[in-house]
């Protein structure tokens, strides 16, 4: 069973534990504030109701009368004294008892003890100008609480954005190395004043795309050595064999070293191809009608459908090798008709076999890798490699399907789509730039 995934954005996840921290910070710092404003409060009220109290008694002490004056509400020994203070007169001493309600009002209480033994009590109600003042400083923690969540939810959602914007643009600058542009600098890319850990991560692929610069280049130098080295040897085996008596090992020979010798010069074209260093030689050709010249040359079998001819600016030879190397995978991994179709500027080819494997429709053609175990003896898998970089030096997209099976007993079979560029390369392997009234 999957887990379901939530994808959310850094700005987000940072604005949102900003705003979690700020109300956290903000409930704990009203209820502190609340809670001390409270006790201040009460404390001052019972200061108060006892001075009151105090004064009562001084005036009731001072009219020696057996009530004391109903001014200020004293009472005798009234008997809704709370047992708190009754326990505290015991002991000879003035006290004073807060009694707790629902309603959030509560009651103050002070008693003293009178010389003839009796309780003097005043009794009032929390007063209202204080009741409303708490309630006042309530309102402003909610606000202020309030204005800190969305004050740090916004502060989240800068800080955050700034760091999502680098993030972008480092991952937009890593996808274009993935894709093989080596020449984009993840640090230059994502830019800014401010230095923090994007940088690092910057500095780090850029550090990581330098050293696989450097491994592929040493790679290819390699190869471009060995096949160059192999040249002359194969080159003379090949000249010795042609020398060799007429029979059927002298064929076999013969036959393994012209093999050898295409797959060194294949090796090496590859070589080459991958140093980027290749140029296309332009030319002003009638797509279908060369393709079907040349197919023609080819394989006078395969049949040449021309939906829509289009002048191109192209490499005659460079497209040529490309047509050649399709219709040869056709022909050795593929099976009968192959059909070519070009529309306007896109050149398809296409087999009734079995299709191209996995692997090559997921990852794209390499270099040695045929695909099945079948056909071994029978091609090195350089032949698309070569045809991929020969699109890339002509500034075309080379994609490769599987055509699904149709009616009639169509099997499918596999398509290698060209797609041609609009604009040609220039000398130097960019293209050109159309002002605004061209490219209209």
Do not use: C
Not at 260 to 274: G, K, P
Not at 287 to 309: M, N
């Amino acid at each position: 069973m999957r887990r379901l995934a939530l994808r959310t954005g850094v700005r987000w996840k940072i604005s949102i534990a900003i705003a979690a921290v700020g109300a956290l910070i903000a409930l704990a710092l009203s209820l502190v504030v609340h809670n001390a404003a409270r006790v201040s409060m009460l404390e001052n009220a019972r200061e108060v109701q006892l001075e009151r109290l105090l004064f009562a008694q001084r005036l009731y002490e001072a009219a020696n009368t057996k009530k004391p004056s109903p001014k200020f509400g004293a009472k005798i020994n009234d008997p809704s004294l709370p047992a708190s203070l009754r326990r505290r007169i015991r002991d000879n001493r003035r006290a004073t008892h807060v009694d707790e309600y629902e309603d959030g009002v509560p009651d103050v209480w002070a008693a003293v003890p009178l010389a003839n033994g009796d309780v003097l009590s005043l009794h009032t109600r929390f007063a209202d100008r204080s009741a409303t003042i708490m309630g006042d400083l309530d309102r402003a923690l909610i606000i202020g609480s309030v204005s800190v969540v969305f004050g740090g939810s916004a502060l989240g959602v800068l800080i955050g954005g700034q760091l999502s914007r680098r993030l972008r643009k480092a991952a937009a600058a890593a996808g274009k190395v993935a894709q093989g542009n080596t020449e984009v600098r993840v640090r230059e890319a994502v830019g800014g004043v401010v230095r923090d850990e994007t940088d690092e991560l910057a500095r780090a692929v850029d550090a990581l795309t330098d050293a696989l610069n450097e491994r592929i280049e040493a790679e290819r130098r390699v190869t471009a050595d060995i096949a160059h080295e192999l040249r002359t040897p194969v080159t003379g085996l090949l000249t010795a064999a042609e020398l060799l008596p007429p029979g059927r090992p002298t064929e076999l020979v013969r036959d393994r070293a012209q093999a050898m010798r295409t797959l060194v010069e294949d090796v090496l074209e590859v070589a080459t191809l991958d140093g980027a260093s290749e140029r296309a030689e332009l030319q002003e050709l009638q797509l279908g009608e060369f393709v079907s010249r040349r197919v023609r040359l080819l394989d006078p079998e395969i049949t040449v459908r021309v939906v829509h001819e289009s002048w191109v600016s192209t490499d005659p030879r460079r497209l040529e090798r490309i047509l050649g190397n399709l219709l040869g995978n056709a022909a050795k991994h593929g099976a009968a008709p192959v059909e070519v179709t070009v529309e306007g500027r896109v050149v398809r080819v296409r087999d009734h076999g079995p299709g191209f494997p996995e692997a090559l429709l997921r990852e794209g053609p390499s270099r040695f890798r045929t695909g099945s175990s079948d056909r071994s003896g029978r091609g090195h898998g350089l032949g698309l490699t070569i045809a991929a970089g020969q699109a890339r030096v002509l500034g075309a997209r080379l994609t490769f399907r599987n055509a699904g099976p149709g009616g009639g007993g169509d099997t499918g079979g596999a398509v290698a789509v060209l797609w041609l560029p609009e604009h040609a390369p220039t000398n130097t392997g960019s293209f050109p730039v159309l002002r605004q009234a061209e490219s209209g």
